[in-house]
């Protein structure tokens, strides 16, 4: 049996499902990432399975046992907000060692796990600091050391990336991929980053509107999208319906197509026959907009030199992947 | 800071000072004046003595004055900080939509006029069950409802500030019970906001005379009655209490801003 299981979930506000019937496996020491658009019910799932939302019906067993009734308290799940949520009045050091307090944890003890905490974090020598006077980062950072000090069965981590600026948001994860992996600690992250989610987890759970419409790791979820909105959310795939689609195959196809814009090259000869219509530098990667048969396509090339750049307006030929291929419901 | 220079400075520095003489200047002739022997048709006052402060500050009847002034003040602010200091947490924590509701009960008592709301309170407190009227009970009550509005606002801006929810959230999975994140976490971020709330209650409190007036009058002396009943008596003496009264809220706003420094 999975380590975390959420069976029959449901949770309502008002009248309105937040989500129905969710359903969900986490194995042991698994990262596992909830993704999707705001509003989708990731944070509220999240918040329910740490006690802080009741649950209207279902069960969620860690480890065998059903979390619903206990309150948050004696749940033993760790988490990080995004906002931080560090105590303002206490010193980084007692925010630490706020979770030990409450289980009366005495002095040296409690003093040598705070530091030793703080030091998986790389924020030793600034137990004495207030929250106040850290960086964005550094304080989250606190934050995470104190949902670990406790050492929690479960560790919850709630957008903490996304109050942050891009490159400490960079460091940041990749840090607590590696906190993570050292300790062994089952995580579900919470985010709407679609980069993050494919970089950081083992598995992602793709949520939208109160329900987890794919699963699967990260290759999956970016190859093999599951319907239009997992199409949609995840990478930059063209979308084409029926009638577009069958125009530039030259056959007839029933269903959506999405394609993958890598999937696709351009040449400056063959069948398919495009015109550049602009085009942006996104870094190691250019992104043109080709216009062929009436369908406007992106396509993304590796920037190797400037040699290769496809000024805009030239015609170009387009070969596309067939494998890349997919019809989507 | 934006560096100021020149005519701008100068205008601006101008225009700073002059409201400053402005404020003071009133405050400035009333300590001359408790500290003059006379000063009547001269320009200057004839001659300087301490007699008002020392006649002021050995009358039993002042002292007395002062002291209610102070237990009223004080029984009214312990009654708002035990009330509405719960009443804030339950509303923001667990009824945020009350809020809009309360912001508008606690203009009730700045909506009606003073006079008006002590002629109803003499109704229904002068006699009865509930007779309180020419008792400090009822001051204490009353002035409770003038604090509120204070109070109410300024811990709210502070709760708005400190992110209640999540701190609460955090100190609860942390293993803490609701009485403890409110008593380790919540409490000591609004100290700021409480500390500007009792001040600025207690000092229009403490010059509070209407109600005063109405509602106890002499049965209760407290400082302001006590100042409209000796209006009549020497001007340098009234004079000598004005300042002494404005002396002692100064001194009370420097502790108070002094305890609310930032730790760093």
Known sequence: MSFVSVQKLQKSYAGSAVFNDIDCQVERGEFVTLLGPSGCGKSTLLRCIAGLTPVDSGRILLDGQDLVPLSPQKRGIGMVFQSYALFPNMTVEQNVAFGLRMQKVKGEESQARAREALQL??????????????????????????????????????????????????????????????????????????????????????????????????????????????????????????????????????????????????????????????????????RYRVEARGVELVVDVLNRSSADLHPDGQRVSLSIDPTALREVA | ???????????????????????????????????????????????????????????????????????????????????????????????????????????LPFAVPPVVSSVGLLQLYGSGPMAMVGTPWILIGCYFTIALPFMYRAITNNLQA?????????????GANTWQAAFLVVLPNLRKGLLVALLLSFSFLFGEFVFANLLVGTRYETLQVYLNNM??????????????YFFFVLVLTWVANRLNKDKS
Not at chain 1, 135 to 153: F, H, I, N, Y
Not at chain 1, 164 to 179: F, M, N, P, T
Not at chain 2, 162 to 174: H, Y
Not at chain 2, 231 to 244: K, P, Q, T, Y
Request: glycine fraction near 6%; hydrophobic fraction near 45%.
């Open chain 2, 162 to 174: 400190i992110n209640l929810r999540d701190l609460m959230d955090a100190a609860q999975l942390l």
């Open chain 2, 231 to 244: 209006r009549n008596s020497s001007g340098h003496f009234n004079s000598a209490l004005v300042i002494s």
């Open chain 2, 1 to 107: 800071m934006r560096a100021e220079t020149g005519s701008g400075s100068l205008y601006h520095r101008l225009v700073v000072y002059t409201l400053f003489v402005l404020l003071l200047l009133p405050l400035a002739g009333t300590l001359l004046y408790s500290v003059s022997t006379s000063w009547s048709a001269s320009l200057l006052p004839s001659g300087l003595t301490l007699k008002w402060y020392l006649a002021l500050w050995t009358d039993a009847r002042f002292l007395a004055a002062f002291g209610q002034s102070l237990l009223v003040c004080f029984g009214a602010l312990l009654l708002s900080v035990v009330l509405i200091l719960p009443l804030l947490f339950v509303v923001h924590y667990h009824f945020p939509r009350l809020d809009a509701l309360m912001n508008v009960l606690i203009l």
């Open chain 1, 121 to 286: 974090v790389e924020l030793q020598d600034f137990a004495t600091r207030y929250p106040h006077q850290l960086s964005g980062g550094q304080c989250q950072r606190v934050a995470l050391a104190r949902s670990l000090v406790t050492r929690p069965r479960l560790l919850l981590l709630d957008e903490p990336l996304s109050a942050l600026d891009a490159r400490i948001r960079k460091h940041l994860r990749e840090q607590i991929r590696e906190i993570q992996r050292e300790l062994g600690l089952t995580t579900l992250f919470v985010t709407h980053d679609q980069e993050e989610a494919l970089t950081l987890s083992d598995r992602i759970f793709l949520m939208n509107q109160g329900r987890i419409v794919q699963s699967g790791d990260a290759e999956t979820l970016y190859t093999a999208p599951v319907d239009l909105f997992a199409a949609g959310f995840i990478g930059n795939y063209n979308l084409l319906d029926a009638d577009s689609a069958s125009r530039l195959l030259q056959r007839p196809v029933s269903a959506r197509l999405a394609i993958r814009p890598e999937s696709i090259t351009l040449r400056l000869d063959g069948e398919l026959e495009g015109q550049v219509r602009s085009h942006s530098l996104l870094g190691n990667v250019i």
